[in-house]
């Protein structure tokens, strides 16, 4: 009986959730289930003809941004309709365990190593009852894009070592800098200086909000923010995506940017950033540099027209690139809902370039035909 029952609705739900071919943002996106995607502060891989999109897995209610259930996946072969693939990375029921029901996993990206031939996922972990105190870079491992993905370790990255280009002086903290008041002009100077690096020097640095970039020598980076939030770190990884190299750099030091999401057109990589104010929106910003170690040239909001100071009430998460298109990327942020974090909805936005900046505009719908290849 269950079974006619489930198959009954799957027809239903077939035939009124009809094929979509548009993209809608910040209105509820249904699954080919007819049920709205749960895969918040997403990411994305291609892989054989078809898109996988991981993302936080919400639930209802305050405590809903706690991680429950773990990562979700959806598949999809023309970015309109989704098929959920069901949880990829599951939280575990052992309250030893790093990733137990209760701790926070937030942001996920998935890439491909072509060396092992395994899909890696990193992502930002925090301890369960330690706030956002712990702010651990994740790895976990998968022998396909759907799962499931086994759960590796949690960390900070690179201790015990000093970023590229980091001035001998700035070695040893300076003895007054402990009393400096914070959010004085001084103290941003002191960090600029790298108070926080010093800091957590033994201990690793911090990696709260992040992302994964493959560059086309299939190098990768984690881009994180670090420094309480103050500065984004880009970390080399070993060429298995597992670890890290020890190779890092800083950008924008003490600029406060958060949600980073990068792409690279021409030669030129680029990168959109957000403020720090919580699940609630802020002006986006926008970066370039000829090389993934900087300099990295401040652009200022890339988003135009109304509401554009507040990104379109949202908050970046990943840039796609759109496979067999030359040079089409689509801007991905979430719309937080953070009473209710399940209802939060998916900004999806073309990006165009135009003098090496890019502009983000408002469409209310839109498609992939309505744009021209950069
Ligand atoms: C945001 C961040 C989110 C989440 C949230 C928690 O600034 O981008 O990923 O960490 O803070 O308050």
Redesign the pocket.
């Known amino acids: 009986m269950r079974l006619i029952c489930s198959i009954v609705l799957s027809l239903v739900c077939s035939f009124v959730f009809s094929q979509s071919n548009f993209f809608n943002p910040g209105k509820q996106w249904k699954d080919t289930n007819g049920v709205h995607i749960n895969a918040h502060?997403g990411g994305m891989l291609f892989v054989d003809g078809a898109y996988y999109w991981y993302g936080e897995y919400k639930t209802s209610g305050r405590g809903g941004?706690t991680s429950l259930k773990g990562i979700s996946c959806y598949s999809s072969k023309d970015l309109y309709n989704w098929k959920n693939e069901g949880i990829v990375l599951k939280v575990e029921q052992d309250h030893n365990s790093e990733i137990t029901k209760g701790c926070?996993m937030?942001?996920p990206k998935v890439v491909f190593n072509k060396k092992t031939g395994k899909y890696i996922m990193w992502f930002?972990l925090e301890l369960k009852g330690q706030g956002?105190d712990a702010a651990r870079a994740a790895v976990a491992i998968s022998d396909t894009p759907n799962g499931p993905f086994k759960f590796k370790k949690s960390y900070r990255p690179n201790k015990g070592v000093w970023p590229i280009n980091f001035d001998d002086k700035f070695k040893s903290a300076s003895s007054d800098e402990s009393a400096l008041k914070s959010w004085t002009p001084e103290w941003r100077e002191a960090i600029k200086n790298g108070m926080f690096i010093r800091r957590d020097f033994d201990k690793g640095q911090m990696s709260?909000?992040m992302t994964v970039y493959v560059d086309d020598n299939d190098k990768a980076y984690l881009i994180h923010a670090s420094e309480d939030?103050l500065t984004l770190h880009i970390s080399e990884l070993i060429d298995d995506y597992l670890d890290f190299t020890e190779k890092w750099t800083r950008v924008a030091p003490a600029d406060h940017n958060?949600?980073p999401a990068v792409f690279k057109k021409g030669g030129v990589y680029y990168m959109i950033t957000?403020g720090?104010?919580?699940?609630d929106p802020n002006e986006a910003r926008s970066f370039k540099s000829k090389s993934i170690w900087g300099p990295w040239e401040s652009l200022g909001n890339p988003c135009i027209g109304k509401d554009a100071s507040l990104t379109f009430h949202s908050?970046s998460t990943y840039i796609l690139s759109v496979e067999g298109k030359k040079d089409q990327f689509i801007f991905m942020a979430d719309r937080?809902k953070?009473d209710n974090p399940i209802d939060g909805s998916y900004i999806w936005l073309p990006i165009t370039i135009t003098d090496e900046k890019p502009i983000l505009k408002w469409f209310d719908k839109w498609s992939l035909l309505d744009f021209k290849e950069n």
């Open positions: 502060g941004n926070v937030e942001r930002h956002y709260r909000d939030n958060e949600a957000s720090c104010t919580g699940w908050q937080w953070p």
